[in-house]
């Protein structure tokens, strides 16, 4: 079963969930979330504490398959709004302990990130706006984009595809789109809680990215995956084309 796939000369995208930009040695990943269950929880919904877990052995295996010199985290790396809750600051400080042991992080600022600065800077981890390597701008997505010639890297838009079988039973996965016409990478939430919403049936006016808002879908190619396969289902507009999958 086919686990990794180059999208482009310079980008890799796995089933880990996230991706490998291999001129700069950078992996990235997109929404994390830390501190999820502690808000769903306080909404009245009871969650197993096993996020963090499950993501950091994502992660040490996403290092060991790559190498990266670089992990770039594309928004998003706590949940919460308004404040640093006592349990997401703990895990956000663990996360980034565990993982910046193994490799140098750069933390690009998502439209969750408040209050993350008080965590990065006493560890010297940089929170940026925006990150350039090369020809390639990476941002979370959260505010509208000034032009650029090059790549482009967003995470921000939870990207996720429904799968139905001829029973009528469906189930909803994660997925990379990626724009080969004008070089435009849209991560998958590494979260396990934040799927997102159907990018088939999600009419392209209700995207979270104003970008997306402006250009649409339909030139995108959706890869779709699971814990142990990758799959290239065609572009959005094919997909629309065809109804149902």
């Known amino acids: 079963m086919v686990k990794e796939m180059r999208i482009s000369p310079d980008m890799v995208i796995s089933t880990l969930g996230c991706a ?27 969650m197993p504490r096993v996020q963090n877990r499950q993501m950091l052995e994502r992660i040490n295996a996403a290092i060991d398959r790559f190498d990266p010199d670089s992990i770039i985290i594309v928004g998003d790396l706590k949940h919460n709004f308004d404040r640093n809750l006592s349990a997401e600051w703990n895990g ?7 993982v910046s042991e193994r490799s140098k992080m750069v933390v690009i600022r998502g439209n969750h990130d ?33 032009p650029w010639e090059g790549g482009m890297v967003f995470g921000h838009e939870h990207p996720a595809i429904t799968l139905r079988e001829s029973t009528g039973a469906s189930v909803k996965i994660p997925c990379f ?25 999600t009419p392209d006016e209700e995207r979270m990215i104003p970008l997306l808002r402006r250009t649409g879908t339909g030139s995108y190619i959706a890869y779709g995956f699971s814990s142990d396969q990758l799959l290239n289902y065609r572009s959005i507009s094919d997909l629309r084309r065809i109804g149902n999958l």
């Open 177 to 201: 789109l990626y724009s080969p016409d004008d070089d435009r990478l849209i991560l998958p939430a590494f979260s396990p809680l934040a799927l997102g919403s159907d990018i088939i049936r």
């Open 92 to 98: 956000v400080e663990s996360m980034v302990d565990a």
């Open 114 to 146: 408040n209050y993350l600065l008080n965590i990065l800077s006493k560890r010297n981890i940089e929170l940026r706006n925006e990150l350039i390597l090369g020809n390639l701008k990476i941002v979370h997505g959260h505010k509208t984009a000034l």
């Open 20 to 46: 490998f930009h291999s001129p700069s040695g950078s992996l990235l990943i997109a929404d994390l979330h830390i501190g999820y269950e502690t808000v769903l929880e306080g909404e009245g919904f009871a």
